[in-house]
């Protein structure tokens, strides 16, 4: 079975640019999460999507941050414009859904580096 | 916001030697799932325990877990070299399916 895949795995912007993150999960989880890591810490929600709805945006920088799930399958994380601080770890990862707690299943993640 | 506090914050030890890890956290929770991150990778996840259970155990690894104290620990025995990594607990809290991830344990394992 294939893991969460994610592209790219490294990305180097320069401040004020955009940049996209895309995240394939594993096959037939309904259950979808974006994580942001900063250096020496652990992940933190950005948010959470039950089949293509976002059902736990709460912690998503709304102002420069969007994310989408098309048909309930891949998702995109943007950032526009990037800042300095946005440097991180940005993990996908996915769980079946349901009522029943869920392990969480997590991709390679992508390292962003804004110059 | 980080739920969770692990101690010690890196641990250094040999192998063959047992290694403990503590969690401790605020608030209520469903259970409380202990995650490894190996260097560069993605998490893996590794144990979960339920808040009405108090001990769980997995291969070498052994958690247990007191929600009087708001407390967890991991127990990895007889440690390889390549359990090296870094260990989160994260605690889904009641009413919602939110992981909240502490702040690691970093291990290292010398051959």
């Known amino acids: 079975e294939a893991g969460v895949v994610q592209s790219p795995r490294y990305k180097i912007i320069e401040k004020k640019q955009p940049v996209a993150f895309w995240c394939n999960p594993i096959s037939g989880h309904n259950t979808l999460y974006w994580y942001l890591q900063n250096l020496g810490q652990g992940p933190e929600l950005l948010i959470r999507?039950?089949?293509?709805?976002?059902?736990?945006d709460s912690q998503l920088p709304k102002d420069r941050f969007s994310a989408e799930r098309l048909k309930g399958v891949d998702s995109t994380l943007k950032i526009q414009p990037a800042e300095l601080g946005d440097s991180a770890v940005y993990l996908c990862?996915?769980?079946?859904?349901?009522?029943?707690?869920?392990?969480?299943?997590f991709g390679p993640g992508t390292r962003l580096t804004v110059l | 916001s980080q739920q969770g506090e692990e101690d010690p914050q890196a641990l250094s030890i040999q192998e063959g030697e047992n290694a403990t890890m503590n969690c401790s956290y605020k608030t209520s929770i469903n259970n409380l799932q202990w995650y490894r991150q190996n260097s560069g990778r993605g998490l893996v996840h590794l144990i979960l325990i339920r808040s009405n259970e108090r001990e769980k155990h997995s291969g070498r690894l052994r958690v247990t877990l007191d929600t009087s104290k708001k407390s967890s620990s991991l127990l990895i025995t007889a440690s390889r070299a390549a359990d090296t990594a870094s260990y989160f607990c994260a605690t889904e809290g009641t009413g919602f399916q939110k992981l909240v991830f502490g702040t690691g344990t970093r291990l290292l394992v010398s051959p």
């Open positions: 990862a996915s769980s079946p859904g349901g009522f029943e707690t869920d392990t969480q299943y």
């Open positions: 999507y039950e089949n293509e709805e976002a059902v736990d």
